[in-house]
C-alpha cells in the first residue's frame, strides 16, 4: 500500500495549491481520507477528511471555506485545494487512509509534500 501526496510548493498569501493524494495497493473508494499538516514545533493536525461511509466531509476550523477535499474515482485520487492561503497554512502535509477520519483511526499514511506561503 502507498500513499503519494504531491503539488506543494512555494506559494505568495492569498494564493492557491492543489494538492493530490494518489493511492496504490488500495481503493481509496473503501476508506475515509483525510489530510493532515504539521507546522514547525506543532503537532500534527487535521485538516480535511472525506467519510466514505456517507461522503460527508468536514473541515478544520482554520481553513473552513478557503479549502475543498475531493475525489477522483477513476485515478484512485484524492485532492485539497485550498485557496487565499495563509503564512500560518505553512506546513508539511499529509494523506492518511483509514476507517474513519480521525487521526488514530488512519491506516495508512503517505510521505508529506512541503507548503510553504511566504512573500
Known amino acids: 500500500v502507498q500513499l503519494q501526496a504531491s503539488g506543494g510548493g512555494l506559494v505568495q498569501p492569498g494564493g492557491s495549491l492543489r494538492l493530490s493524494c494518489v493511492a496504490s495497493?488500495?481503493?481509496?473508494?473503501?476508506?475515509?481520507i483525510g489530510w493532515f499538516r504539521q507546522a514547525p514545533g506543532k503537532d500534527l493536525e487535521g485538516v480535511a477528511c472525506i467519510s466514505t461511509y456517507n461522503m460527508n466531509t468536514r473541515y478544520e476550523d482554520s481553513v473552513k471555506g478557503r479549502a475543498t477535499i475531493s475525489g477522483d474515482e477513476a485515478k484512485n485520487t484524492v485532492y485539497l485545494q485550498i485557496n487565499t492561503l495563509k503564512s500560518e497554512d505553512t506546513a508539511v502535509y499529509y494523506c492518511?487512509?483509514?476507517?474513519?477520519?480521525?487521526?488514530?483511526?488512519?491506516?495508512?499514511w503517505g510521505k508529506g509534500t512541503q507548503v510553504t506561503v511566504s512573500s
Open positions: 495497493g488500495i481503493v481509496l473508494n473503501f476508506y475515509s
Open positions: 492518511a487512509a483509514g476507517e474513519y477520519c480521525g487521526l488514530g483511526d488512519m491506516d495508512y
